[in-house]
């Protein structure tokens, strides 16, 4: 298991010492967190975990969203998945789950933690639920010219719960192990400086006005994996930064995401868990826009994806490292956060807004959306975005709502006292597409304003202050 430097985080935790938390480092750089002032609960129990997972393949026929036509399924690929993870400690009960959908809006996010917990007792605060934000889901997101699905909407927050009652359903007592492996060879920064000083998205393969990369990718491919006092494992978290819009088509498919879990059942077994939370991977594309060879779509690339992801993953896990705690804890902010400035006329905004080339080109259909964009913002000048931090043992997992910017994740990986640290993004709602500062002023598709991005620019930052934030309250847990 290859670990971090960990020189930079004894800094932020001069910060954080109030807490009753000491970080020591080891002989071989790794840090270990101490809880030395609480005492274990006289009702501490032995840690338990279980795994489970309930299919939401939608109805053929009905819509898949993410692209800028409708798109009518045809079929189905692979089947479409909520997969939970349980954990309890005998004071905190939690549940993680991935989701084979695009966004998980907020009100089927609620629905599914009300469900969870009147049925098992999880608290809803409790619950993470990621989407895997695959392409190729099912309709529960309205852009563009896609409509999202009542019907389906709600049958996918029940499907949730159900995920999350069997998990707890089946838990039985267990260890926790970490580990961290790497990819850097799958997934590519999909934003550029041009030569005009601006920056556009997907600016087409090779084009010569391509100066740089315009931010990140994250190559971290984490694991949380749990097994039971026999050694045997139960199942395993699985956290990596990348769009799932490799396959395409019309046939419903959990994407990339497919043949990572594959994958790791093949190697592990076809019996124990894999949740998939993805990352921040805002502007993080299969699509290598510097290398002239074609084809970056369909089955084979998605294999090739989710088989590089799924080894790497594999990897991690076969030597992850018993975690030296148990404890587990789960801490919240809501952030009421603006809906940006739109200006004053159709024409300024796309004056100001309009990349020209690349992804995110037509005016009609976006001064659509900015219309759209205008009535939300009429309504409420804020929306309520949750961040949400968890504790499970040595490991931090930190999510938001947000498609976010890979290099807010890279700042929080960075800033975070755990020993292993997974950023999530999508989680709990959707707050649309949120880019650095720099971003903004630079342009291109994920900053140009539709039901998707909408947030104003100090979004990411604020969701990345109230992160580190979280992961640093947890160790006080
Ligand atoms: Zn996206």
New binding site residues.
Partial sequence: MRIRNMVSKNKILFFIVPALIVLTCGVNGTVTAQDTGTQAPPDAQPLRAGFARIELTPEVGLEIP?GFQKNFSTGVHDPLWAEAAYFSDGNVSLAIVGVDL?VIPLDVAQEARRQAESRCGIPGGHIMMGAS?T?SGGPVDSCWAVERNEDYCNYAATRIADAVVKACETAVEARIRCGLGKEEDVAYNRRFWMKEGVIRTHPGKMNPDIVAPAGPIDPDVAVIAAEDVDGKLLGCIVNFAL?G?TLGGSLFSADWPFYLRQTIRGGLGADIGVVFLNGA??DVTQVDNQNPRPGEFGEAWARRVGMSVGSAALNALVKAELSTETKLAVKSEILMLPIRDLGGSDEELVRREAPGIGLGTGDDIYLKEAALVREMKAKSPSVNVEVQAIRIGDAGIVSNAA?YFCRFGLDIKHASPWKLTMVVELANGCCG?VGTPEAFLGGGYEVRTAR?SYLDANAGLQIANASIRLLCQLSGE
């Fill in positions: 993410g695009i934000h392409h769009h819009t991977c805002g498609e597409y998707c």
